[in-house]
Each structure stands twice: as structure tokens, then as C-alpha cells.
T-cell receptor
Framework: NAGVTQTPKFRVLKTGQSMTLLCAQDMNHEYMYWYRQDPGMGLRLIHY???????AKGEVPDGYNVSRLKKQNFLLGLESAAPSQTSVYFC????????????????FGEGSRLTVL | QKEVEQDPGPLSVPEGAIVSLNCTYS??????FMWYRQYSRKGPELLMYTYSSGNKEDGRFTAQVDKSSKYISLFIRDSQPSDSATYLC????????????FGQGTTLQVKP
């Protein structure tokens, strides 16, 4: 059981280049999230999805796009990378909140470290 | 002002010390709080959660919420070098989406 897997783990881009981060989860979770983590800023939500085919903006969505074509995958795209997007990106997933018993547990991947020069 | 504030530290203590980690929050509507632990170069993992006011204990860890002062605390007794990590407090935003607001995280080092 792999949990949440992110690829790639490391990437260096030049300003203006594009790339896609892939997140895959094997827990059949409905909800998926992309966060970025920067020193002194904590984790900030970029985009999220509450089900296959649905996406929504989080706190810091500018410069990013996402897609959730399959329930197990959540893709984060950077169309034209900027140095301000240098960060560690975390994907997370959670089971549906319908009903009771949600503990607030998000299951995180190990992160993707992106440097934009 | 961030909705959840946390002193980033770093905090360094000797092995065996009692550690107190704290967060403040601004929205009195927040009722559910979590502590996540993040080891270096790893993703965060849920450590504890607590609802509304009061204490919750799990082994060496105690989570405490004081709603009157909007203050969240995590106490670690008999701290161990393996407790060295970044600790993040979090709370759900409004709505049934599982979105969490995180504090900045406090980095803790427990020295042998």
C-alpha cells in the first residue's frame, strides 16, 4: 500500500518553462489537495478536488492549474514557471467528509521540491 | 494577520524535558483542531486532534484548547530525540471540503 505518491521528487526549471506534478493515491479517497510549503509561511492550499472531474481554487491558486480526470490522480500544472514558485509542493488526500467520524486526517505525499531559476 | 499563528522557533530542548508548543487563532467559529508532525524532508502526518475546549491525552502527548483565549497547545512529556520534527497546528475552514488552515509550524530539536 503506497498511500500518496508524488512525481517527480525534485525538479529544476528555468523561468517560463512549464511542467506538471503528478499525485497518485491508492486509498480510494474522494478528496485531494495541493499545498505548497515555504519557510515561515507554513502550508498554503493551492487547489483542491472533492471528486473526479471537479476542482476548486484554494488560497494561492494564481499561476497554477489542476486536473482530476481520474479519481486516483490529481495533476498540478505550471504553465509559465516563475522564481516565486520555487517551493516544496505537497499533495494530500482524504476520505469523504459525509457522515460523522472525520478526524481531520489528510494523507500527505513526501513532497516535490521545485526550483525555478 | 493569518487565521492561525504559530511561532516558527526553532525550539531546542534537552532529552527528557517537557515541551510546550502553541498556536493562536483568530476566528471564534473554529472548533476542531489538529496537530501534525513533519519529519525533515517528509510529508506531515496527523499526530492528534481535539474538538472544542479541553484536553486530550495520547501517551506522552497532550493537546489542549482554550477557546476563551483562542489558544491551542501541544505538550510533550519526557521528550525524546525522535520527537525532533516540525509541529504544525491546523483547523478546518468553513465548508465540508476537508480544507485545512495550517500554522507556520514550530521546529523542535530534542538533544540527547
Amino acid at each position: 500500500n503506497a498511500g500518496v505518491t508524488q512525481t517527480p521528487k525534485f525538479r529544476v526549471l528555468k523561468t517560463g518553462q512549464s511542467m506538471t506534478l503528478l499525485c497518485a493515491q491508492d486509498m480510494n479517497h474522494e478528496y485531494m489537495y495541493w499545498y505548497r510549503q515555504d519557510p515561515g509561511m507554513g502550508l498554503r492550499l493551492i487547489h483542491y478536488s472533492v471528486g473526479e472531474g471537479t476542482t476548486a481554487k484554494g488560497e494561492v491558486p494564481d499561476g497554477y492549474n489542476v486536473s482530476r480526470l481520474k479519481k486516483q490522480n490529481f495533476l498540478l500544472g505550471l504553465e509559465s514557471a516563475a522564481p516565486s514558485q520555487t517551493s516544496v509542493y505537497f499533495c494530500a488526500s482524504s476520505y469523504s467528509l459525509e457522515g460523522s467520524g472525520w478526524t481531520g486526517e489528510l494523507f500527505f505525499g513526501e513532497g516535490s521540491r521545485l526550483t525555478v531559476l | 494577520q493569518k487565521e492561525v499563528e504559530q511561532d516558527p522557533g526553532p525550539l531546542s530542548v534537552p532529552e527528557g524535558a517537557i515541551v510546550s508548543l502553541n498556536c493562536t487563532y483568530s476566528n471564534s467559529a473554529f472548533q476542531y483542531f489538529m496537530w501534525y508532525r513533519q519529519y525533515s524532508r517528509k510529508g506531515p502526518e496527523l499526530l492528534m486532534y481535539t474538538y472544542s475546549s479541553g484536553n486530550k491525552e495520547d501517551g506522552r502527548f497532550t493537546a489542549q484548547v482554550d477557546k476563551s483565549s483562542k489558544y491551542i497547545s501541544l505538550f510533550i512529556r519526557d521528550s525524546q530525540p525522535s520527537d525532533s520534527a516540525t509541529y504544525l497546528c491546523a483547523t478546518p475552514t468553513n465548508g465540508n471540503t476537508g480544507k485545512l488552515i495550517f500554522g507556520q509550524g514550530t521546529t523542535l530539536q530534542v538533544k540527547p
